[in-house]
């Protein structure tokens, strides 16, 4: 049983679609989205008569989760699982519910660094900037990073340390591959590099600024907005629903991976958190990733200079990206490796086998579950 919510979620997006694509999973939500089929959607009555009988309730994230159903629910013996796809790093949980709850999957689950200096960043510094690494401490490992602001107050530190004893149930979850947004490598790419970035912020107008003073041959810097009849697509296809659509939906468009797929490298820097869904898109349509260095924990995880380009400066960067364009044979390789090991590890389904094994794993879900996972 999972309780849902009524807006195209990417992390809702992944799971659902990951779960419906494990022969021998049945699933049940409470919203008519992200891809769930018709059949699979319960009012709140029977949703909680079937969760009274559920191996495993899952509580999603996003406006229109109904929590209260959610808690309302009572089955001592299913395994209870909050999925946080918040942009936020912080503890998005009360610490009541975090211990009733069994595993919390979280999106932005930033990797460790336990040294004094990160601790002092990490409870004094106010802007977290794009070019600096940024990581979770031991004492505080849920420290509230977004839209490169540190917003971790003292009383933040105070839950955090109170969630010490439960760090145990925090387990990485970044955005999945949708189906939707599959691609195949393109042997002849005709532009060298493309940054398709939307500078919604003042770190990636700075970036885009610097950029086009390079002046690199063959690149294509801009946007390229989403438009109406994308979002019908998206309704079309059962991830959004038509009660409840933004103006211009999340999915990217066909020209938006026309062009990704034309280029040899497209680049992605963090926005409101360090999961971006360009970063797997890029990954899943067969051009080479250059991304801020990895920051967050996640399954299977990217190797740099083996599956896509890692940058923390922009220094680092322009070193990398000159280095690149004059090894184009090298750019390919480690494009085609980035999306072989893309769409075998982090496909929407590869995702729900992993949150399931996760389960088996600890001892929470039967061992036999395993038979379907393979």
Known sequence: MYVTTIRYDYTTATLVEGL?????????????????????????????????????????????????????????????????????????VSLAHLRRLHVVFKREYYLKDSSAKNLLAVLLKDRVELWEKIRRHPLVPFPSFVSFRNRTAWRDVLRNLAALPLQHKFMPFPFGIEERFRGGVNPRPSWELSCLLTPNNPER?????????????????????????????????????????????????????????????????PGGGFDTLRFWEILARGSLLVSKRIAIEMPAPLQEGVHYIAF????????????????????DEIRARGHTSALQFHSTRARAVYVLTTLVERGLLRADTRRILV
């Open 20 to 92: 419906n694509a494990i022969p021998g999973v049945e699933l049940r939500t409470t919203t008519q989205a992200n891809y769930a089929r018709p059949a699979q959607v319960l009012n709140s009555q029977d949703a909680i008569a079937y969760g009274r009988q559920a191996d495993l309730l899952i509580l999603g994230y996003n406006r229109g989760v109904d929590t209260n159903l959610y808690w309302s629910i009572e089955n001592e013996g299913a395994v209870r699982v909050f999925v946080d796809g918040g942009d936020n790093s912080e503890l998005a």
């Open 205 to 269: 107008r700075a970036f885009v600024d610097r950029l086009r003073e390079l002046g690199l041959p063959n690149a294509f810097i801009g946007e390229i907005p989403g438009q109406p009849d994308d979002t019908e697509q998206l309704v079309a296809i059962g991830a959004v629903n038509d009660r409840s659509r933004r103006e211009v939906e999340l999915g990217h468009n066909r020209r938006y991976y026309d062009q990704v797929d034309s280029s040899r490298r497209c680049i992605s820097i």
């Open 312 to 331: 923390d400066s922009f220094a680092e960067f322009k070193a990398r990206i000159m280095e690149s364009y004059r090894r184009p044979d090298e750019a």
